[in-house]
């Protein structure tokens, strides 16, 4: 069942001459990992926009087509009401804490949705437990490095139990090493709970591993759509620019110099390594 369907979604913000997404017609099932990338400027974050309703209630702008988010109408529900369904965390974290303590942001939109302060209490430990920042709960958000901040800004997400959440690029300003920590509390929210992940990221050598669904834009359009071994390993995703996983780009330069390396198309350094080794046992 989607949880997110757009149907030929079209929008321009006010006073600009052209679309920033065109016709862009999705379906994001529930539970699914869904990764969107694509050239910078491709339309992704605005498409991001929309998932939550910012667009078109906050930037206004014009909008056509159709967009359903958690069975309600996008275009007829107002942010607040799209909130309990549908959490968004921003590229950068420091857009989104504002309080005294790491405890307080979490609680924030807690407080605003009304919940009881015995339950709002029970759901921020959880939040601060699963992202594993508990003993920083009474630190100032400001002093924090930026992945502990991102942390916060998902755990901020998290209390609110959303059935979506959409992360947009959240981890530009980390280090490798930093984000792949990230992505993978992210992975293990979307298996352990059901979360709907939309993740938007060009860094496709940390996180394609991940995703059960793939999504590339380009010039505000969706170009390709499907199983991410297949979409990342096809001519128009290398010609379009997409940053192919090392993996992926390795074991096509192999294929095309006539080694066999079995069906299974890498995404990840850890399954090339696989590959390769299968591949030696094959040839003994």
């Known amino acids: 069942m989607a949880v997110i369907e757009t149907k030929k979604l079209t929008y321009t913000y006010p006073g600009a001459t052209k679309p920033s997404i065109r016709d862009v017609s999705i379906n994001i099932e529930k539970g699914e990992f869904t990764l969107i990338t694509g050239p910078s400027g491709c339309g992704k974050t605005t498409l991001c926009r929309c998932f939550n309703g910012l667009i078109p209630h906050f930037y206004q702008g014009e909008q056509k087509g159709e967009i359903t988010?958690?069975?309600?109408?996008?275009?007829?529900?107002?942010?607040?009401?799209?909130?309990?369904?549908?959490?968004?965390?921003?590229?950068?974290?420091?857009?989104?804490?504002?309080?005294?303590?790491?405890?307080?942001?979490?609680?924030?939109?807690?407080?605003?949705?009304?919940?009881?302060?015995?339950?709002?209490?029970?759901?921020?430990?959880?939040?601060?437990?699963?992202?594993g920042i508990r003993d920083l709960r009474d630190r100032a958000p400001h002093e924090l490095s930026g992945g502990q901040q991102q942390r916060v800004a998902i755990a901020a997400v998290l209390a609110m139990q959303p059935e979506v959440i959409v992360l947009d690029e959240p981890t530009s300003f980390l280090d490798p090493l930093s984000a792949k920590k990230i992505f993978e509390v992210i992975y293990e929210l979307n298996k352990t709970l059901g979360i709907t992940v939309v993740l938007v990221e060009h860094r496709l050598d940390l996180t394609a591993r991940y995703a059960d669904h793939i999504i590339v834009m380009d010039d505000g359009k969706v170009v390709l759509d499907g199983e991410p071994r297949e979409t990342l390993d096809s001519e128009e995703a290398r010609l379009i620019g997409v940053g192919i996983p090392k993996?992926?780009?390795?074991?096509?330069?192999?294929?095309?110099?006539?080694?066999?390396?079995?069906?299974?198309?890498?995404?990840?350094?850890?399954?090339?390594?696989?590959?390769?080794?299968?591949?030696?046992?094959?040839?003994?």
């Open 69 to 131: 988010v958690a069975g309600l109408d996008v275009i007829k529900n107002q942010t607040y009401d799209l909130a309990k369904h549908v959490g968004l965390v921003f590229q950068n974290p420091e857009n989104q804490l504002f309080a005294l303590s790491v405890e307080k942001d979490v609680a924030f939109g807690l407080e605003n949705l009304g919940v009881p302060r015995e339950e709002m209490s029970k759901r921020v430990d959880w939040a601060l437990n699963l992202t």
């Open 247 to 284: 993996a992926t780009r390795l074991y096509q330069i192999l294929r095309e110099d006539g080694i066999r390396l079995g069906n299974t198309i890498p995404l990840s350094s850890e399954e090339m390594a696989i590959v390769l080794k299968g591949a030696l046992k094959a040839n003994d």
